[in-house]
């Protein structure tokens, strides 16, 4: 059976969905807290949605240890994604809170190119942000902030410092999920051997040939990541992008079967996944600085 899907295109949708008032046409703050046990639904947003959930688990581990960074999640929706889960009729208390805001309240300010900056609001739920207390506070008191500019009447400035109070949350977010990073360095780690590992296979087995050559999405479904999550991680570990990342890894092997003479560049340009040669000899200049006919010349004279 096929699940319900339920489309929000405002923010007075998704307020009508919870029996909640709407206050502001393209802004809410919704308090999970007092509301009754509803019903979830898949929701297609066309909002940005940010969840503040109150997930107590505990200490989280990470590879060996232990990190108290479990005093509530965030989580990033952007207009375009699935939301939610079909709960197949049956009610449960939801407990949190969540800033919905249309895109057009960004209209006019500076956020509205900014926020495409912010790539957390393309990872996966699994991915969510887990504060500390402090941080959580620091959350807290942006809604606060914008809850209480909903509340007055609306003036000019209005606009104005919601727009400003959503980007001091998406900023704090930033660092939060730098910190983020840093305190899960064993598991990244073990993600970034896991990832040589990929692109070792891919191209000793052959796949290049007959697949191409791998993209930072190849790699990151097969590593059960979302692209984004997993291109900011590669760049924290390495100060690299995922794609540069692969590119001097292809390089690597390119010099490598260059040295087999029996075999010509376009065969070598093959076997990487280049559909042509021409593509691999400028890739190969951009990063070594000479063709690959001439680096064959002077590492087997």
């Known amino acids: 059976m096929e699940q319900q899907v339920i489309r929000i295109d405002s923010v007075k949708d998704y307020n009508s969905r919870l029996g909640v008032d709407t206050l502001h046409p393209l802004v809410s703050i919704v308090d999970f807290d007092k509301l009754p046990e509803i019903q979830s639904y898949r929701l297609y947003m066309g909002v940005y949605a940010i969840f503040l959930k109150n997930v107590k688990c505990g200490n989280m581990i990470y590879g060996n240890s232990y990190y108290d960074y479990e005093d509530g999640t965030l989580v990033f929706i952007s207009p375009g994604q699935l939301y939610g889960v079909d709960s197949n009729g049956l009610k449960a208390k939801p407990s949190g809170m969540a800033l919905i805001f249309h895109p057009d309240l960004l209209a006019g300010t500076a956020l509205n190119k900014g926020i495409k900056s912010y790539s957390f609001f ?21 809604f606060k902030k914008i809850a209480f500019e909903m509340s007055q009447n609306i003036d000019k400035h209005s606009k104005t410092l919601i727009v400003s109070n959503i ?50 999405t190849w790699c990151a479904e097969q590593l059960c ?77």
Not at 125 to 141: I, W
Not at 167 to 182: G, V
Not at 266 to 271: G, K, S
């Open 122 to 142: 393309s990872y996966e739920v699994k991915e969510a942000l887990h504060m500390s207390k402090k941080e959580r506070k620091m959350v807290e008191d942006c």
């Open 167 to 216: 980007e001091l949350l998406l900023n704090y977010s930033m660092r939060f999920y730098d910190r983020q990073f840093i305190t899960r360095s064993n598991v990244n780690k073990d993600i970034l051997v896991r990832f040589e590992n990929l692109l070792n296979d891919y191209f000793q087995s052959g796949k290049s040939g007959d697949l191409g050559l791998p993209t930072v």
């Open 225 to 301: 990541l979302s692209s984004n999550y997993f291109g900011d991680l590669i760049k924290k570990e390495t100060g690299t992008t995922a794609l540069e990342y692969i590119q001097n890894k292809l390089i690597d092997e390119a010099k490598v079967k260059i040295f087999d003479s029996s075999k010509s560049l376009n065969d070598v340009a093959t076997e990487l996944g280049f559909k042509y040669q021409q593509h691999f000899t400028r890739l190969f200049k951009q990063k070594t600085g000479s063709t690959p006919n001439e680096f064959r010349s002077l590492n087997l004279n």
